[in-house]
């Protein structure tokens, strides 16, 4: 996958389509549709994580990254720790490094924006989300089907769990702004929802984080490495670190996520 310059690795900012790239399955689970590969960035890795109806999902933990959910379509519980999520379209959920987690079905299927900020540069000692995938896909089976007979969370069986909070928010809507994981409640990320009107002017600019943005509603262009790209719901737009990047708002206003990773 190359950026807007061409240039495929680290040094370019890249435009994606929300519905393009390449889809991994986990062991007839769930599928994974890599949108920003962890082989394109330092520490940033975003994917779409599709749940088919009725699937309980394996209950795990990731040492060396955290995650943040962003529910587009569906809806499901997600357990976090000793917490129960009900989420829908619009859900935001943190999960801490080390935190045992779960997805769960509870309607026709369960869609999330998958965002991974990834606490140490060899990103789980695997060079992209397919090699990721390939070593920890069985695990993950043993994992659902011995989670599927037993209660969600036994205290004696798990060490994982810690004094850090689970976040759970719900998108406001609209086009308003709004800090929905702060950064001072994770390790190395952090979440806002900016909302644009009509012809409103953003720039960005960032020398201490690498910047994903994922386009929520209305429409605009985007101008990076002198290039203007229009832009729509479902777009997804990673800029590196020291990288500047300009959008400006259509005639029916502009909401997106923005999502930062930090090196910790």
């Known amino acids: 996958m190359e950026g807007l310059s061409g240039i495929p690795g680290r040094n370019a900012v890249l435009f994606r389509d929300g519905g393009s790239g390449e889809t991994l399955s986990v062991g007839c689970l769930n599928e994974?549709?890599?949108?920003v590969d962890r082989s394109e960035t330092n520490l940033t890795e975003v994917a779409m994580n599709f749940w088919r109806q009725g699937l309980t999902g394996p209950p795990h933990s990731h040492d060396k990254k955290e995650q943040v959910f962003?529910?587009?379509?569906?809806?499901?519980?997600?357990?976090?720790?000793?917490e129960s999520h009900q989420v829908r379209p619009g859900s935001l959920l943190y999960i801490p490094a080390g935190i045992i987690h779960q997805s769960v079905t509870?309607?026709?299927s369960l869609t999330y924006l998958l965002f991974n900020a990834f606490l140490e540069p060899t990103k789980e000692g695997c060079s992209s989300y397919r090699e990721h995938i390939h070593q920890v896909k069985a695990i993950r089976q043993q994992q659902a089907a011995a989670a599927a007979n037993k209660a969600w969370f036994d205290p004696s069986e798990s060490e994982a769990i810690s004094a850090k909070k689970p976040s759970a928010t719900t998108d406001p809507g609209g086009f308003t702004s709004a800090v929905l994981l702060a950064r001072g409640q994770t390790e190395a990320c952090e979440v806002e929802r900016i909302g644009l009107s009509q012809g409103e002017h953003q720039i960005t600019h960032y020398s201490d984080r690498e910047q994903t943005l994922f386009v929520l509603s209305g429409s605009g262009t985007m101008v990076a490495d002198g290039q203007t790209v229009p832009i729509k719901p479902g777009a997804v737009i990673f800029i590196p670190t020291n990288f500047s990047l300009s959008l400006t708002a259509g005639i029916d206003g502009l909401a997106y996520l923005s999502l930062s990773t930090f090196a910790s």
């Open 32 to 35: 994974i549709t890599v949108l």
């Open 70 to 82: 962003f529910v587009t379509d569906g809806s499901g519980v997600v357990n976090v720790g000793k």
């Open 106 to 108: 509870t309607g026709s």
